[in-house]
């Protein structure tokens, strides 16, 4: 195995997964001398009854929860960190739970920056400010739709993004009664970008002996559990398993660079408003076709992880990589027609595409050119590699 | 914004899962006390466990599941027999004669060599409904354990034998490590012995 | 001079890419299908666009259509439509203009013109009978909407111009027409991509007589009676103009406040229409030909200057929470100029002062302060420093600098000044508004708010009210005649005067369709009818004239639904759901999902608020 030249590893976030892991929460806390923490949720989660499952987990301990904020749809804004936050000051709370995923989890993050440094506004951060101190514990309880930056670096508010290696969460909680997936869908989302996260990690030059650890178990977990959870989304092994592998995938896609699948689909999400789920199966395929008709050198531990050792085995050392990359198309594939399959099928005007095209090959900081990404966007919006 | 659309929440109680695990601590108090006079095996155990010893069991977190108030007003000696149910802890220690004895649930005033404690109560109705067995809860961070480690083994070992000694096969089989085959344990003794310690739980 | 009877159905489409123009004729069944006006312009480009083409490329068209009334006297007919696909939504968007142009055309024997493609130079447009030729430009481009016009006018009766907004493309610039714009979804911008300055035709070249003539006398007369009995056509609107809704709006606590946040100010009558008619001693200044005659001018500051509409005043007052009528009219005049929509600019500066308190953006906006407000609106005509983002409308703003929660929009077109928390049909009459957040697709706040004949609260059968108006409004912007004679037409017949309006308030609660199907509309139909030189047929022609709105809404629909547009898009910003207001004894927020569910069965559209293939097939709409 070679030695990378140079690398940097960091993954924080301590992550209890499994039965009753809920009721661990407590005693985290207290690991963390706080007794009030505030928990952040959204309204669907508050609607499938999830918060109330929550609340009994807390039933004989001396936590009391602050307030359980459940104001979060999907967006995360500056005005509903300022109100979520002048609730953690009333009630004089010391830490934050954010149940639920994606936008929630933003919002958590926010609040915990607003109460932290003690301001009212994420100005100086937007203008390169860097979060320079350790901030109030804050644990997250996945639950349903993930966008895959839970367990990350990354804050994403108000569409502008903040990366701090004290926005790590300090503690991940994955209970079964909370994971299961509200639709095949959202199930069928969350997996696809966690493949697409893990998928950068592993295809990345930057990425190392490290980020491979990590992301080799969040394809495995994917190749087994996501066909099982997109058809039965309410299972529980299923849903622990891709639960961990987002995770996983995003503990890896946190140490490297972002791909060319991920900033073309957060640019698509951020203008159209659909969720980067449906965007990045369309265009994982895309970058896969891509990839191949380039011959790009990937490492072969795409392969492995997705088959397994025995296929790896048996598959001479040239063609692991190739066929690595068949295996994920495959995997991705193997959705049907649960997510829509080209950009024409989700009536994107084709117009916007070059500006897409442009601002991702922007933020890739020239490691794909202007180019690169509009192929790869004619491709996604036939529709043809999938 | 109106803050009171948010209300603070105070933790519940499970009063039912209470009232079992603290039945169940004081029974299988009782049964360790009596299994350390009855059986051989776990009477060598003992015998390694130095003098003064004191071991608690107690479920996390100690605040939330304060000394009954009333506790104070009964007569000291209905306290100190450990009948009353007060708490969800368990202290059982070697006395001066060397026996191995359980010594109520009030803390105050002991010294604890060996803490063990679980995390929630949740994680401790998991081991005491036998869902996971006490070494797999210790293995997923149930409990944690505090003080002089090596006696926590021994500790472990005592347990699982009055388990033995207490349940029928079926349920004990969930809860230790490994179920003593009959070489091990001559079916003549574990009958003869669970007996015993049921006797003695309930008489002495 | 030659006398056209009914309507000529001319219609001008120029090429300026290729420098061409040539004449089509409008067939016999779109005319009775769409009507004309907005009906007929939607239909053309339906059979002319592509989906999916870029509103600002070559590729996208621009039409103006001009309804069959127009030059045949029937009060408030000076009105003409233009559709096209707006840069601001990227969907379909019409808007409906008052000047002078729409006469000039017609009068120059045009139904309407249909411009596509980019001309290579900046030109404008002349028009008479003949055709079209293109003029160099080079002088009056870069000059503000009065200059400009002032110089096209000489060459002919009416002219339309855009601004320095137009040519700078910003996303909300409008097209001017003497003093009345084509206000809303870029207009402006579309012209200003096709280097088109400014359009003017020639007029007075025929004359239009409607086929039935004693027919459309009679009918005439009847209109002409109801909208001088109307209250608010010969009253108030006619006195103080459209912002006489100030003081009603703040008493029904649906006057947005401080970008939306609040319901009522107690300064606002400060800047109401009655204020203002006094303090500026206003006389009026209207569309031709008009009865109601709402356009007002007065001596402001020892200038003779416009008197601000209603939504001017509101988004670029109170919900600035500025409460001076001369800066309001001054921004007002600048807007003008500029030639940029009042509601999206208010509507992009209310958001910019929220994002600055919430440090979103740098500027020197502030609520309630009128510092910078001139230089920003001047700013994002020219597109300099943060103007060249905000000229991109609220809605991308928000989603490079954030804020989207509180950028007021839908589909990204801004919310006029009428807050849905306290009239919840309007609440989802913005939603599904086919242009955006449009105020002119149901008016329902006035059957809500202002004349209390159906309960604000309540959400049973608004949904049927929505369709019901939405369907009404799009005929009658068809025909095409003013939308202020729908009080005249709604309100005066007998059989609704003479009701009490509590009474009337308990039936559109509970038998709606009922309540609204008695409504007697015959009024227009029997207009176009008299006109086109059909034979009117008492209820028949009326429900077929119903029909025919609800065909022009569906088509405007099912076009951008292959845009993209979808469920998700028919919503509300998230303050008008999720956010209370203090105003409120309990606070309130538009209950909009159980009414959307509604309104789609009824409308005949999917789940995911796409049109049926039945529904286009009963319409007579080609799927394409």
Redesign the interface.
């Known amino acids: 195995m070679l030695i990378p030249d140079y690398y940097q590893f960091l993954i924080h976030p301590k992550i209890i997964s ?3 892991s809920l ?2 929460i ?2 985290e806390l ?1 690991g963390y001398d706080a007794q009030k923490p505030l928990v952040i949720t959204g309204k669907n989660i508050m609607e499938r009854g999830l918060v109330k499952k929550f ?16 104001e979060v749809r999907d967006y995360a804004g500056i005005s509903l960190a300022r ?1 979520a936050a ?2 953690y000051k ?2 004089g709370c010391d830490s934050i739970i954010a149940l639920g995923n994606g936008t929630v989890v933003d919002l958590a993050k926010a609040v915990n920056v607003l109460v932290s440094e003690k301001i009212d506004n994420l100005s100086a951060y937007h203008e390169g400010a860097s979060i320079s101190r350790q901030l109030k514990p804050l644990i997250i309880v996945p639950a349903c739709r993930s966008n895959g930056m839970e367990a990350t670096n990354v804050m994403t508010i108000d569409n502008r993004r903040i990366t701090a290696d004290f926005l790590y969460p300090d503690v991940i909680v994955i209970d079964p009664r909370m994971t299961p997936g509200c639709c095949p869908e959202c199930v069928a989302e969350s997996g696809v970008i966690a493949l697409t996260h893990a998928f950068a990690a592993l295809t990345d030059e930057a990425h190392n002996p490290m980020t491979a650890a990590v992301a080799h178990p969040a394809l495995s977990y994917l190749s087994e559990y996501l066909p099982k959870g997109v058809t039965r989304p309410k299972n529980k092994d299923a849903s622990i398993a891709l639960a961990n592998a987002s995770v996983l995938a995003a503990s890896a896609y946190s140490n490297t660079r972002p791909g060319m699948a991920d900033l073309l689909a957060e640019e698509l999400s951020i203008i159209t408003g659909i969720s980067v789920g449906k965007y990045m199966r369309i265009l994982l395929p895309s970058l896969i076709a891509d990839m191949q008709k380039k011959k790009i050198k990937i490492s072969d531990e795409l392969f492995l992880s997705l088959v397994g050792m025995e296929a790896y085995a048996a598959t001479p050392v040239q063609e692991r990589p190739q066929k690595g990359l068949d295996a994920a198309m495959k995997l991705i594939n193997s959705l049907k027609g649960l997510l829509p399959k080209s950009l024409e099928q989700l009536k994107i005007q084709k117009y916007k595409l070059a500006e897409v095209a442009r601002v991702a090959a922007e933020r890739s900081a020239e490691r794909f050119t202007d180019a690169d990404c509009r192929t790869v966007l004619e491709q996604a919006w036939e529709g043809s590699a999938v | ?3 009171n659309k ?9 009063l039912i ?2 009232i079992y695990v603290a039945v169940f601590m004081w029974f299988f108090a009782r049964a360790i006390q009596a299994a350390a006079k009855v059986d051989e095996e776990v009477k060598k155990e003992v015998e390694t466990i130095p003098a003064n010893f004191t071991l608690r069991l107690i ?3 100690e ?3 304060p000394l009954f108030f009333y506790a104070k007003m009964l007569p000291r000696f209905i306290v100190d027999k450990g009948i009353l149910l007060y708490g969800l802890q368990m202290i059982m220690g070697k006395d001066k004669k060397g026996k191995f004895r359980y010594q109520g649930s009030d803390p105050r005033g002991k010294k604890i060599n060996l803490s063990m404690a679980f ?5 401790a109705m ?1 081991v005491f409904t036998f869902r996971e067995s006490l070494c797999t809860g210790y293995a ?3 409990f944690v354990v505090e003080g002089d480690l090596p006696f926590a083994q021994s500790i472990m070992r005592i347990m699982d034998l009055t388990a033995v000694f207490l349940l029928p096969k079926i349920v004990a089989k969930l809860v230790v490590k490994r179920y003593p085959k009959w070489s091990e344990m001559s079916p003549l003794r574990k009958y003869l012995n669970r007996v015993l310690v049921y006797l003695r739980m309930f008489t002495v | 001079m030659q006398e056209i009877k009914g309507t000529n159905d001319r219609i001008l489409e120029i090429d300026l890419s290729a420098k061409k123009f040539r004449v089509t004729k409008i067939g016999k069944k779109d005319r009775n299908m769409y009507l004309g006006g907005k009906g007929l312009a939607l239909k053309l480009l339906y059979d002319r666009m592509e989906p999916g083409v870029d509103p600002l490329g070559e590729k996208n068209m621009i039409a103006f259509m001009m309804g069959v009334l127009m030059g045949t006297g029937a009060p408030c007919s000076g009105r003409f439509e233009a559709a096209t696909k707006s840069p601001l939504t990227g969907i379909m968007s019409t808007a409906s203009c008052g000047g002078p142009f729409g006469m000039a055309l017609k009068t120059s024997g045009w139904d309407g013109i249909i411009i596509s493609g980019k001309a290579k130079v900046p030109v404008y447009l002349y028009i008479d009978s003949k055709g079209v030729q293109l003029k160099p430009a080079k002088a009056i481009w870069g000059k503000d909407t009065g200059a400009a016009e002032a110089v096209l006018s000489k060459e002919g009766v009416g002219a339309l111009v855009i601004g320095p907004a137009g040519e700078n493309l910003v996303r909300f610039a409008n097209i001017r027409s003497g003093h009345r714009f084509l206000g809303r979804g870029g207009m402006g911008a579309v012209l200003g991509s096709k280097n088109i300055k400014g359009i003017v035709a020639k007029g007075g070249e025929v004359k239009i007589v409607p086929a039935k003539k004693k027919k459309f006398d009679r009918s005439n007369k009847r209109f002409f009676k109801y909208i001088n009995q109307n209250s608010i056509t010969s009253g108030s609107y006619r006195y103080y103009g459209t912002n006489a809704n100030t003081n009603l709006s703040n008493a029904a606590g649906i006057l947005p406040v401080r970008n939306f946040t609040g319901g009522s100010h107690g300064e606002a009558h400060k800047i109401s229409g009655e204020t203002m008619a006094e303090r500026f001693k206003t006389t009026w200044d209207t569309c031709k030909p008009c009865i109601i005659m709402c356009g007002h001018k007065g001596m402001i500051e020892g200038k003779e200057r416009h008197i601000p509409e209603y939504e001017t005043v509101g988004l670029l007052g109170h919900n600035l929470e500025i409460f001076d009528p001369v800066v309001i009219s001054e921004w007002n005049d600048i807007c003008a100029g500029m030639g940029m929509d009042t509601i999206s600019s208010g509507g992009t500066l209310a958001w910019a002062m929220e994002a600055t308190e919430k440090g979103l953006v740098k500027t020197n906006l502030k609520f309630g302060s009128t510092d910078g407000i001139s230089e920003m609106l001047r700013n994002i005509a020219y597109r300099k420093g943060i103007g060249k983002d905000l000229a991109l409308g609220s809605k991308a703003a928000s989603k490079k600098y954030g804020g989207e929660d509180f950028a007021m929009h839908v589909k990204g077109m801004e919310l006029p000044a009428y807050d849905p928390r306290g009239c919840f049909g309007h609440g989802l009459s913005y939603a599904t508004a086919n242009r955006g957040a449009c105020h002119l697709s149901t008016s329902l706040f006035v059957l809500e708010a202002y004349l209390g004949m159906a309960d604000p609260y309540a959400m049973r059968w608004k949904h049927y009210m929505v369709k019901f108006m939405e369907n009404a409004y799009a005929a009658m912007n068809s025909l095409h005649i003013c939308q202020f004679t729908a009080f005249a037409v709604f309100l005066e017949p007998p059989l609704i005067k003479l009701t009490p309006n509590f009474i009337i308030k308990i039936l559109n609660q509970n038998l709606a369709p009922l309540a609204l199907n008695l409504m007697d509309v015959s009024l227009w139909p029997e207009l176009w009818h008299a006109t086109v030189g059909k034979t009117y047929i008492p209820f028949v022609s009326m429900l077929k004239f119903r029909k025919a709105g609800e065909r022009v809404h569906v088509l405007e629909r099912y076009m951008n639904t292959r845009e993209g547009i979808s469920k998700k898009d028919d919503t509300l910003p998230l303050r008008l759901l999720t956010e209370g207001r203090k105003c409120d004894s309990k ?1 309130r927020s538009v209950p909009l999902e159980k009414m959307l569910k509604k309104y789609y069965r009824l409308r005949g559209y999917d789940s995911n608020g796409i049109p049926k293939k039945r529904t286009l097939k009963r319409l007579g709409i080609e799927i394409k």
């Open positions: 499994g039965k009753c009721e661990n407590p005693s207290n609340i009994k987990a807390f039933y004989d301990s001396t936590v009391t929860l602050g307030g359980i904020f459940d109100d002048f609730l009333e009630r | 914004m109106n803050i948010y209300p603070e929440i105070q933790p519940g109680k499970k899962k209470r479920v996390n977190p605040k939330a599941f995390t929630s109560l949740e994680a998991m997923h961070s149930r | 606070e």
